[in-house]
Protein backbone atom coordinates (compact mmCIF):
# COMPACT_ATOMS: atom_id res chain seq x y z
CA UNK A 1 0.00 0.00 0.00
CA UNK A 2 1.60 3.44 -1.09
CA UNK A 3 1.67 5.89 1.12
CA UNK A 4 3.06 9.60 0.87
CA UNK A 5 2.76 11.41 4.78
CA UNK A 6 3.17 15.01 5.03
CA UNK A 7 5.08 17.04 7.72
CA UNK A 8 6.45 20.22 8.57
CA UNK A 9 3.47 22.64 8.14
CA UNK A 10 2.07 25.29 10.39
CA UNK A 11 1.37 29.16 11.06
CA UNK A 12 4.94 31.19 10.05
CA UNK A 13 4.89 35.35 9.90
CA UNK A 14 5.78 37.06 6.59
CA UNK A 15 9.31 36.68 5.72
CA UNK A 16 9.44 33.44 7.62
CA UNK A 17 10.71 29.67 6.82
CA UNK A 18 9.71 26.35 7.04
CA UNK A 19 10.62 22.91 5.83
CA UNK A 20 7.94 20.58 5.00
CA UNK A 21 8.84 16.86 5.01
CA UNK A 22 7.03 13.68 2.86
CA UNK A 23 8.03 10.38 4.11
CA UNK A 24 7.00 7.99 1.50
CA UNK A 25 6.59 4.18 1.78
CA UNK A 26 4.78 1.13 -0.78
CA UNK A 27 6.78 2.35 -3.80
CA UNK A 28 10.25 2.18 -5.61
CA UNK A 29 11.02 5.41 -3.85
CA UNK A 30 14.09 5.83 -6.29
CA UNK A 31 12.15 6.15 -9.88
CA UNK A 32 9.46 8.16 -9.35
CA UNK A 33 9.88 11.84 -9.65
CA UNK A 34 8.58 13.38 -6.38
CA UNK A 35 6.70 16.97 -6.18
CA UNK A 36 5.04 19.64 -3.81
CA UNK A 37 1.68 20.81 -4.76
CA UNK A 38 -0.33 23.50 -3.15
CA UNK A 39 -3.69 24.14 -3.22
CA UNK A 40 -4.93 27.52 -1.75
CA UNK A 41 -9.10 27.52 -0.73
CA UNK A 42 -11.00 28.32 -3.97
CA UNK A 43 -8.25 27.68 -6.18
CA UNK A 44 -6.90 24.75 -8.18
CA UNK A 45 -4.18 22.90 -6.93
CA UNK A 46 -0.97 24.07 -8.50
CA UNK A 47 2.78 22.17 -9.12
CA UNK A 48 5.76 23.85 -6.68
CA UNK A 49 8.29 22.21 -7.30
CA UNK A 50 9.46 18.96 -8.91
CA UNK A 51 12.45 16.30 -8.59
CA UNK A 52 13.52 13.52 -10.77
CA UNK A 53 14.67 10.46 -10.11
CA UNK A 54 18.24 11.55 -11.17
CA UNK A 55 17.49 14.76 -9.06
CA UNK A 56 16.65 17.64 -12.02
CA UNK A 57 14.59 20.23 -10.47
CA UNK A 58 11.67 22.54 -11.52
CA UNK A 59 9.90 25.27 -10.03
CA UNK A 60 6.99 27.66 -10.21
CA UNK A 61 7.83 30.86 -11.55
CA UNK A 62 6.08 32.24 -7.86
CA UNK A 63 8.75 30.34 -5.80
CA UNK A 64 11.84 30.35 -7.76
CA UNK A 65 14.97 31.50 -5.33
CA UNK A 66 12.80 30.90 -2.35
CA UNK A 67 12.06 27.07 -2.15
CA UNK A 68 13.98 24.95 -2.73
CA UNK A 69 13.03 20.75 -3.02
CA UNK A 70 14.94 17.58 -2.08
CA UNK A 71 15.17 14.32 -1.84
CA UNK A 72 16.82 11.29 0.19
CA UNK A 73 16.22 8.25 -1.58
CA UNK A 74 17.52 6.38 1.40
CA UNK A 75 15.36 7.35 3.59
CA UNK A 76 12.61 7.86 1.19
CA UNK A 77 11.99 11.00 2.19
CA UNK A 78 11.09 14.58 -0.01
CA UNK A 79 11.82 17.52 1.60
CA UNK A 80 10.51 21.44 0.61
CA UNK A 81 12.57 24.23 2.20
CA UNK A 82 10.31 27.74 2.22
CA UNK A 83 12.27 30.66 2.70
CA UNK A 84 11.39 34.11 2.59
CA UNK A 85 7.92 33.43 2.56
CA UNK A 86 4.37 35.42 1.53
CA UNK A 87 0.95 35.30 2.36
CA UNK A 88 0.11 34.33 -0.82
CA UNK A 89 2.65 31.29 -0.14
CA UNK A 90 -0.53 29.97 2.93
CA UNK A 91 -2.18 26.69 1.10
CA UNK A 92 -2.39 23.29 1.58
CA UNK A 93 0.83 21.60 0.63
CA UNK A 94 0.76 18.15 -0.98
CA UNK A 95 3.48 15.84 -1.34
CA UNK A 96 2.85 13.92 -4.65
CA UNK A 97 4.93 10.74 -6.24
CA UNK A 98 4.49 10.73 -9.85
CA UNK A 99 5.85 7.28 -12.18
CA UNK A 100 5.15 7.72 -15.75
CA UNK A 101 1.47 9.03 -15.21
CA UNK A 102 0.56 6.82 -12.41
CA UNK A 103 0.40 9.39 -9.09
CA UNK A 104 0.06 9.02 -5.87
CA UNK A 105 -0.76 11.52 -3.42
CA UNK A 106 -0.37 12.67 0.35
CA UNK A 107 -3.35 13.74 2.76
CA UNK A 108 -1.58 17.44 2.73
CA UNK A 109 0.13 20.03 5.52
CA UNK A 110 -1.76 23.24 6.17
CA UNK A 111 0.84 26.20 5.64
CA UNK A 112 -0.55 29.58 7.37
CA UNK A 113 1.93 33.03 6.19
CA UNK A 114 0.20 35.56 8.52
CA UNK A 115 1.17 38.16 10.77
Known amino acids: QVQLVESGGGLVQPGGSLRLSCAAS????????MGWYHQAPGKQRELVARITHSGFTNYADSVKGRFTISRDNAKKMVYLQMNSLKPEDTADYYC?????????WGEGTQVTVSS
Open 26 to 33: GIIFSIYT
Open 96 to 104: NADYIGTMH
